[in-house]
C-alpha cells in the first residue's frame, strides 16, 4: 500500500525491531531490513523532486530543468566512480552513507522549514518533505544496526547545517531546496546499490 504521509505505522513496519545486546545476530537481517527500505525510499524520491520544483516556479518549474553544477557545501555528493565505489570497504561505505542521511535528514528538515515559508499552501509538498525526512531517519537506525551487527563504529551524530544564514532570499531558498531533493534521490540510488552488494556478500 503506498504510503503518501509515511506515518509513524507506516514506517515502523519497514524498521528494524530492537536489537538484544545479549544475542547478536547475522548482519544479513539488518541488512534486509535497510535494503527493504531503501528501495520503498527510491519509488518516492523522483515524485518527490518533481513535486518539488512544480511549486517553485520558473525557471525551476520549466520543462527539463536541470542544475547539476548546484551544490551545497554542507550536503556530501553521492557521485563517485564505480571503481572507487566497488573497492571501499564496508566500514568506509557504511560510514560514508551514515553521514550523508544524517546531513540529509538535516536538510529536509531545514528545507521543510522554508516551504512551509514559501508554499504554506501546499500541504502535498510539504507532507512529502516531512515523509522524506523520517525515511531518512529511519535508514539511519537500519544503517547503525548493521554497524553494530558487523562490529563497526558508528560515526558520532554532529551537526551538519551549522549556522544558517536566516536572510537568505527565496530564490537561494528554492536553489538549497532543489540540491537536497535531488541528492536525496542521488543517495537513495547509491544506498539502493550499496545495500545490494552488502546483502549478497552476507546472506545467510
Not at 527510491?42 to 542544475?67: C, E, I, R, V
Not at 551514515?98 to 531545514?110: D, E, G, K
Not at 507532507?127 to 551487527?149: E, K
Not at 534521490?185 to 546499490?193: E, Q, S
Amino acid at each position: 500500500m503506498y504510503c503518501l504521509l509515511a506515518t509513524p505505522l507506516c514506517l515502523l513496519s519497514l524498521l528494524l525491531p530492537p536489537l538484544s545486546p545479549a544475542a547478536p545476530i547475522s548482519p544479513s537481517e539488518p541488512i534486509g531490513q535497510a535494503y527493504s527500505l531503501a528501495l520503498y525510499m527510491q519509488k518516492n524520491t523522483s515524485a518527490l523532486l518533481q513535486t518539488y520544483l512544480q511549486h517553485q516556479g520558473s525557471p525551476f518549474s520549466d520543462p527539463g530543468f536541470s542544475a547539476p553544477e548546484l551544490q551545497l557545501s554542507t550536503l556530501p555528493s553521492a557521485a563517485v566512480s564505480f571503481k572507487t565505489w566497488h573497492a571501499m570497504e564496508d566500514a568506509d561505505r557504511l560510514s560514508r552513507a551514515q553521514r550523508a542521511f544524517l546531513a540529509l535528514t538535516q536538510h529536509l528538515q531545514l528545507v521543510g522549514d522554508d516551504q512551509s515559508y514559501l508554499n504554506p499552501g501546499s500541504p502535498i509538498l510539504l507532507a512529502q518533505l516531512g515523509a522524506a525526512r523520517l525515511r531518512a531517519q529511519g535508514l539511519l537506525g537500519n544503517m547503525a544496526a548493521i554497524m553494530t551487527a558487523l562490529g563497526l563504529p558508528i560515526p558520532p551524530e554532529e551537526d551538519t547545517l551549522g549556522f544558517v544564514p536566516f536572510g537568505a532570499s527565496a530564490f537561494e531558498r528554492k536553489c538549497r531546496g532543489y540540491i537536497v531533493t535531488r541528492e536525496y534521490g542521488h543517495w537513495t540510488d547509491r544506498a539502493v546499490r550499496d545495500l545490494a552488494l552488502l546483502k549478497a556478500k552476507y546472506s545467510a
